[in-house]
């Protein structure tokens, strides 16, 4: 067996292992690049160490450009797009004020979990609608009734 083919393949499945221990299919399309130039050490015999070299370099620029264009941008959509998220999952709750909203800090409750908030001024018991946030802090208005 000739050298240049028994590395190519072994670089191929290394980088198919990595994939499948991290995966994120940046090794994927870099071992698709390893199986091209193996191909080509198997198809045409002789080629020279730098050339496969740089075969494999410009072939893995290649594909993972390929992988970015077409297929990054078509993964499926969550149908769960706040989980992990859970300012992004109380957007729009209305919820009262546990402590009042005093110089733009307050406290709401929310199931078994106090969050701090930030808004107007208002009283304690103030039914307010959650409107962003980041990890720590709420962003609260507040909530409007209509009277149907």
Known sequence: MRWDVFAWAAVALLLF???AMAPGAFMLWLGFAAVAVLLGVLLVPGIPLLVQVAAFIALSFVSIQV???WFRNRERPSD????NRRTAA???RVVPLE???VDGRGRVQIADAYWEVAGPDLP???HVRITGGD???LQVEPAVHTGA
């Open 67 to 69: 992988y970015r264009r």
């Open 99 to 101: 402590r009042a909203i």
């Open 124 to 126: 304690a018991g103030t």
């Open 90 to 92: 109380l957007v729009g």
């Open 17 to 19: 292992a990595a994939e």
């Open 80 to 83: 769960q797009p706040a989980l």
């Open 135 to 137: 990890a720590m802090t």
